[in-house]
């Protein structure tokens, strides 16, 4: 079935009845169900498993850096505030140890196709060590050198400078994301985050200097002092940086779960009405620059590859966001780190004593994980297919699964009803299709099939859909 995307259409007043919280699916089940029943005997099983597969899967590494010089108190990322630099070499020494571990569990013909440096703050790392890190995974994985492999990394530019991006393109990157949230003053101020716009044009540039195929830029909207009109004047700077990528997060505020954010008073946070009419903006302003909305919170270039694997269906969903690579093996290093190996997930400590004290016994850091069963892989698919590309053509869905659409989904058809009666979905015997009304609004589409939500849990699980 051929993939039509159509833009998305902004109807305020829709999208505030079903403004609700719900998961980010960027995986399924999602985290808060995984158990500690999933333990590292589990996981050498499912490495095992994947190895002996017809055709092994490639491999993504995810590399978690938790440490961060000072606290932006919107942050609900695990990430450790400290000024001493010699942290940073304590744990490297673990996580080289981790690497030694777990690498060789995987087959040495299998390629690193993809490698992601997250945070906290990834620059918090110098340039030699960064180096010697890089040297430990291609010591131990068996690195892809093929033209589109995908080597990216997170970069706060209040502490990275042009020197310092040029050594990272050096080292083999070729993707950078840059946070910058709001160049407004009054909003970085109540933030905790103060960035110029000079410091994020000399990263920017830096990279495209230094030969990065790709750099993107991630906002937030909802947070305290925002207004529209300060707001506006972010996204014109963003459109005149010329990023390949923008991505417009919601903010979510969590202050029971997150310490840092009880630095907010609840005063200076925007009101629903202005929280719709901030993301409104950015969909007006960067649709008029020629930014294609690709999903969720994800707008690109029509040139982008993003944008081209969705016309031709390819499009695929992780826990990196949408992706071109969504079919690795994904291996999550580090603290808090998650990865997703055949039809499991699993994640690490998160915090570091745990991280640290299994490690230093021998063991794999995993504490948590979840083996899917059929339904899950079942659901996961299908909700994949409605984020990915709207689309879900049910016979042959079905004929895929060797199952009857229609009564398998019995409920969560049900569940259509209503979405159905506003425009958000159109469904015949041969396909669901999410409408222009209905693509800001996958998260609430997908729920529909989810087979895990508890309505009592999902407000402080989750963020809000928009």
Request: hydrophobic share 40%; net charge negative.
């Amino acid at each position: 079935m051929t993939t039509i995307i159509t833009p998305p259409e902004f109807d305020a007043a829709l999208i505030a009845r079903y403004d609700v919280a719900g998961p980010r699916y960027t995986s399924y089940p999602t985290a808060p169900h995984f158990a500690a029943e999933f333990d590292e005997t589990a996981l050498r099983g499912v490495i095992r498993t994947s190895n002996e597969e017809p055709i092994p899967r490639p491999l993504s590494v995810y590399v978690h850096v938790p440490f961060c010089t000072s606290p932006c108190f919107y942050c609900g990322c695990n990430r450790i505030i400290t000024r001493d630099a010699t942290q940073a070499d304590r744990y490297l020494e673990r996580l080289y140890r981790e690497i030694e571990l777990i690498a060789p569990l995987f087959d040495r013909d299998r390629s690193l196709y993809q490698l992601h440096f997250g945070g906290g703050t990834p620059n918090f790392l110098g340039i030699t060590q960064m180096g010697e890190l890089l040297e430990s995974l291609r010591q131990h994985f068996s690195f892809s050198h093929v033209a589109d492999r995908e080597y990216g990394i997170e970069i706060d530019p209040r502490f990275a400078d042009g020197a310092y991006i040029r050594g990272l393109g050096e080292l083999g990157f070729n993707r950078i994301s840059v946070g910058v949230q709001d160049f407004d003053p009054v909003v970085q101020k109540a933030i905790n985050r103060i960035q110029s716009f000079e410091q994020t044009r000399e990263v920017l540039d830096a990279a495209r200097l230094s030969g990065f195929r790709s750099a993107s830029v991630d906002l937030i909207y909802g947070l305290p002092r925002q207004t529209v009109e300060g707001f506006s004047r972010t996204l014109d700077q963003v459109v005149a940086l010329n990023p390949d990528r923008v991505a417009v997060y919601g903010y979510a505020h969590l202050p029971e779960m997150f310490k840092a954010q009880r630095q907010i008073a609840a005063a200076d946070m925007p009101d629903p009405a202005t929280r719709l009419a901030l993301f409104g903006c950015a969909m007006a302003q960067l649709s008029a620059a020629g930014y294609v909305y690709v999903g969720m919170d994800h707008f690109a270039k029509a040139s982008d590859e993003l944008v081209q694997a969705q016309r031709a269906g390819t499009l695929q969903r992780n826990f990196q966001g949408y992706s071109t690579h969504g079919d690795c093996d994904i291996v999550g290093l580090g603290v808090s780190a998650i990865g997703r190996v055949g039809d499991s997930y699993s994640q690490n400590a998160r915090d570091l004593i745990g991280y640290y004290a299994a490690l230093d016994a021998g063991r794999l850091p995993v504490v948590r994980g979840l083996k899917l069963d059929e339904d899950d892989l079942i659901r996961r698919e299908l909700i994949g297919e409605l984020m990915c590309h709207g689309v879900v053509d049910k016979q042959y869905f079905g004929a895929r699964h060797r199952l009857l659409f229609d009564e398998y989904f019995v409920q969560g058809r049900q569940r259509l009803v209503p979405l159905i009666k506003d425009g958000l979905v159109l469904e015949d015997a041969r396909a669901i299709r999410v409408t222009s009304r209905g693509r800001l609004l996958l998260r609430i589409i997908a729920m529909c099939f989810d087979a895990y939500l508890d309505d009592a849990a999902q407000a402080t699980r989750y963020s809000r859909v928009i």
